[in-house]
């Protein structure tokens, strides 16, 4: 059974702090995703990994980047956190091409930025 | 880059009647068309897929039609129950590309 567990459940910040988000999965998946849940606007992917170091851009990019040092390690950075990603976070992995593969969620961390 | 437009973004159903959620993409390449179900707090999970070379797919209560033609795919249930509450999310994807486009999803809620 495919399990996605992330850092936090809940989490406040306050604006300009550095915010760290960490997703691991435990079924050696090749891609790896962070996608921002937002009422009204569905999930919107901000950033994917397919391969460890390897990132690509999603569609709402600006103002996040992301590590990944191990395969099964997805972190999200936040540089400077502004109250307008306040949000749900989710994670997500995938064991082949994301876009025509199963993808696996985490929990999910709300954060509040303050 | 695709989008997927999904309606209607709330949905009410009486319990045992059916329900209908539809969706349109606007890339022709896109050939994978997976519905996610995400219960009140709790992660999205797949519920049901079809590929471009099918045009209807069924799972005991749930059904997925794809119009290729007309671009727009759909999610049937049918005789729901409580437990089909959730928000549904419907999404695009194609070979070769690693993501997924989500559409905006569909509260649904069952009337007992």
């Known amino acids: 059974d495919v399990k996605v567990t992330q850092s936090s459940r809940y989490l406040v910040k306050r604006t300009g702090e550095k915010v760290f988000l960490e997703c691991v999965q435990d079924m050696d998946h090749e891609n790896m995703f962070w996608y921002r849940q937002d009422p009204g606007l569905g999930l919107r992917l901000i950033y994917f990994?397919?391969?460890?170091?390897m990132k690509e851009k999603g569609d709402i990019p600006e103002g996040y980047s992301v590590s990944r040092e191990k395969k099964e390690r997805f972190s999200l950075i936040l540089e400077s956190a502004s109250t307008n990603q306040t949000s749900m976070y989710l994670c997500?992995?995938?064991?082949w091409g994301g876009g025509t593969d199963t993808q696996y969620f985490g929990p999910g961390t709300r954060l509040t930025v303050l | 880059g695709e989008n997927v437009e999904q309606h209607p973004s709330t949905l009410s159903v009486q319990e045992g009647d059916s329900a209908v959620i539809k969706c349109t993409y606007s890339?022709?390449?896109?050939?994978?068309f997976p519905w996610y179900k995400q219960e009140l707090g709790k992660r999205p999970q797949l519920i049901i897929d079809?590929?471009?070379?099918?045009g209807e797919k069924k799972d005991q209560r749930i059904a997925v039609t794809l119009n290729k033609t007309a671009k727009h795919f759909s999610l049937h249930i049918t005789e729901t129950q409580p437990e089909d509450s959730a928000v549904y999310f419907c999404?695009?994807?194609?070979?070769?590309?690693?993501?997924?486009?989500f559409g905006t999803g569909t509260r649904l809620t069952i009337i007992p």
């Open positions: 079809i590929r471009s070379n099918v």
């Open positions: 999404a695009a994807g194609q070979e070769g590309n690693e993501k997924l486009t």
């Open positions: 997500a992995s995938s064991q």
């Open positions: 990994s397919y391969d460890v170091k």
């Open positions: 890339d022709s390449a896109s050939n994978y």
